[in-house]
């Protein structure tokens, strides 16, 4: 199984502009969540879905938006992307919400 | 607030020496999950070890285990017999309920692992 795959691994994106962050997995997980990873800081829940069709917003939602239209795949969008967007963004995925997390290997973002 | 506190931004440990690393949290709910998980310079987060406050028994895995102790809201990470490949970013984990009755996580801030030769 490739487990939790994020794509692009790095981006550099202009002030401004839009773009989406691929999140799939195959382990057939309801539960999936993007967090996001400031330099020095901990992670910080930006969205969440517990099931197609399902999203919610984390702590820090503004500036973003997901969809969950299958149970595989969970993309983050920008839309007006800002410096204060320059992150590692880091996708995850559960069984359900009481086992941890698997996660992926993380998208660069960088805003210029 | 729910609230998980790292206050050792950064540690060294000697290899094959044993070092703990330190977490609490805040919390009003009496059932709830703890998770400590490692951040290698690959960036990959990967999970280590998890703890479920009804058991009074503290979590091992293999050379790591958690000192657990509910009533201080203490959750520290022991690891035994440090290996170079055990340098990473820690980070603490506190699994909380949502209003809309799921689950999230809210992680500490992270403390790095440096090991020495």
């Known amino acids: 199984n490739a487990g939790v795959t994020q794509t692009p691994k790095f981006r550099i994106l202009k002030i401004g502009q839009s773009m989406t962050l691929q999140c799939a997995q195959d382990?057939?997980?309801?539960?999936m969540y993007w967090y996001r990873q400031d330099p020095g800081m901990g992670l910080k829940l930006i969205y969440y879905s517990v099931g197609a069709g399902i999203t919610d917003k984390g702590e820090v939602p503004n500036g973003y938006n997901v969809s969950r239209s299958t149970t595989e795949d969970f993309p983050l969008r920008l839309e007006l992307a800002a410096p204060s967007q320059t992150s590692v963004y880091f996708c995850?995925?559960?069984?359900?919400?009481?086992?941890?997390?698997?996660f992926g290997s993380g998208t660069r973002l960088t805003v210029v | 607030a729910q609230t998980v506190t790292q206050s050792q931004p950064e540690m060294s440990v000697q290899e094959a020496e044993t070092v703990t690393l330190s977490c609490t949290y805040d919390?009003?709910?009496?059932?709830?999950?703890l998770f400590w998980y490692k951040q290698p310079p690959s960036r990959q987060m990967i999970l280590v070890i998890r703890?479920?406050?009804?058991?009074?028994q503290n979590a091992t895995e293999n050379r790591f285990s958690v000192n657990f102790q509910k009533a201080a809201k203490s959750f520290s990470l022991k690891i035994s017999d440090s290996q170079l490949g055990d340098a990473a970013m820690y980070f603490c984990a506190y699994r909380i309920a949502t209003t809309s009755g799921t689950y999230k996580y809210i992680f500490g801030t992270g403390t790095r692992l440096k090991v020495l030769a």
């Open positions: 919390t009003s709910e009496s059932d709830y999950y």
């Open positions: 703890q479920e406050a009804y058991k009074q």
């Open positions: 382990m057939n997980h309801n539960y």
């Open positions: 995850a995925s559960s069984p359900t919400g009481k086992r941890g997390y698997t």
